[in-house]
């Protein structure tokens, strides 16, 4: 079984300040991770995914993702964020052995202060 | 690349009603996914087609969802006799077909009321 974890449920932040959105996942088989961001009203839009290869990824907007194996990590960060970041990021893996199944976080609401 | 597309975008309805939701899809993925999101939650698995079939469906599936896919291209979720715990946002998604390197592309979701 899989579950995913965000220990954040609301993150504030200053605008051009760094951020951290913390994901941890529990899985008896490896997974593929990934991050996705929702604006309100809208839909889930793919913001960066591991799949393999180098443990650090680069995804839309200068976020990174840096897996961590040993911990079940997959936190992502932003060394400066802005106003048009405030949204609500979702952790999700996926089971490499079926690749057909998804699983969510509950979400943490990024709010950018001006 | 249009795409994944959703209607309605809203839908208010009285309880015991019934209701369909449409999504079509990128045109070139086979699999096609149903979600449900309450506030504060992330995406609930409904149920997921490839192609045609329909492969899995969630235990948190009621006898009263039906979903199709009926000539693998286009969705249809219906919830029949609606109620109120039934209010959520509706997302579809699709991907393409190949072990786990096919993320989700997600519609942006059709917004049920149930009163």
Known sequence: AQSVTQLDSQ?????????????????SVSVYLFWY?????QGLQLLLKYLS????????????????????????RKPSVHISD????????????TGNQFYFGTGTSLTVIP | DTGVSQNPRHKITKRGQNV??????????NRLYWYRQTLGQGPEFLTYFQNEAQLEK???????FSA???????????????????SAMYLCASSSQGV????????????????
């Open chain 1, 11 to 27: 993150v504030p932040v200053f605008e051009e300040a760094p951020v951290e959105l913390r994901c941890n996942y529990s899985s």
């Open chain 1, 37 to 41: 961001v929702q604006y309100p009203n």
């Open chain 1, 53 to 76: 290869g180098s443990t650090l990824v680069k995804g839309i907007n200068g976020f990174e993702a840096e897996f961590n194996k040993s911990q079940t990590s997959f936190h992502l």
């Open chain 1, 86 to 97: 405030t949204a609500e990021y979702f952790c999700a893996v996926s089971p490499t052995n």
């Open chain 2, 20 to 29: 369909t939701f449409r999504c079509d899809p990128i045109s070139e993925h």
């Open chain 2, 58 to 64: 969630s235990r948190l599936l009621s006898d009263r």
């Open chain 2, 68 to 86: 199709e896919r009926p000539k693998g291209s286009f969705s249809t979720l219906e919830i029949q006799r609606t109620e109120q715990g039934d």
């Open chain 2, 100 to 115: 786990g390197n096919s993320p989700l592309h997600f519609g942006n979701g059709t917004r049920l009321t149930v009163t």
